[in-house]
């Protein structure tokens, strides 16, 4: 076998297998930031459900205030006019009616919270997993290099090998993130 084919074809091996890692690196690192993205946004929407909760919940407890505090004017005989006695029993009743449903509403909005902050952490998970991946890629590259210039087996195969594991991180980042 003629040495200078040899090393020609390895020398094509080595650029090709450099080009293969720099395009995963960089499907890595576009991936890494749309999760990282992803991830902010669905922190966002948590923190923004958990804000709505909150106000339902202190609409819930108003209701019952002012259920209980138009039962203790009606209770407590101040109100002697029929009429008057009359409409806050109908306000009592009305605010008694509606709480119901805002607490629903309210517990609705903090499993949408809960929810969305599970998102959140899933997706976080991904991106750290790609980020990995893009590191392993990136050092992968490095290797390759360094073979290319040195000419050495080894380092090679330790920048493949390290790219078989980036790649295997980036799969699982990527299944993980949805």
């Known amino acids: 076998m003629n040495p200078a084919i040899d090393a020609n074809s390895g020398s094509r091996l080595v650029s090709l297998a450099a080009a293969i890692i720099a395009v995963l690196a960089a499907l890595g690192t576009l991936f890494a930031h749309h999760r990282s993205i992803s991830a902010l946004s669905a922190k966002n929407q948590a923190i923004l459900a958990q804000a709505r909760a909150s106000d339902t919940f202190n609409a819930y407890e108003a209701k019952q205030i002012r259920f ?3 039962g203790a004017l009606i209770a407590s005989g101040l109100v002697k006019d029929a009429q008057t006695k009359s409409r806050l029993q109908s306000s009592a009743e009305s605010e008694n009616a509606a709480a119901p ?21 899933r997706i976080l998970k991904s991106y750290e997993l790609l980020q990995f991946a893009t590191t392993a890629f990136e050092i992968s ?7 290319a210039l040195s000419g050495g087996r080894r380092l090679l195969s330790a920048g493949c090998g390290l790219s078989g594991l980036g790649l295997v991180l980036f799969i699982i980042g990527l299944v993980r993130g949805g």
């Open 101 to 121: 449903a805002v607490l629903e509403r309210a517990k609705a909005l903090e499993s949408q919270a809960r929810n969305d902050d599970e998102r959140s952490e």
């Open 68 to 70: 209980n505090i138009y």
């Open 141 to 147: 590259i490095v290797l390759v290099s360094i073979s």
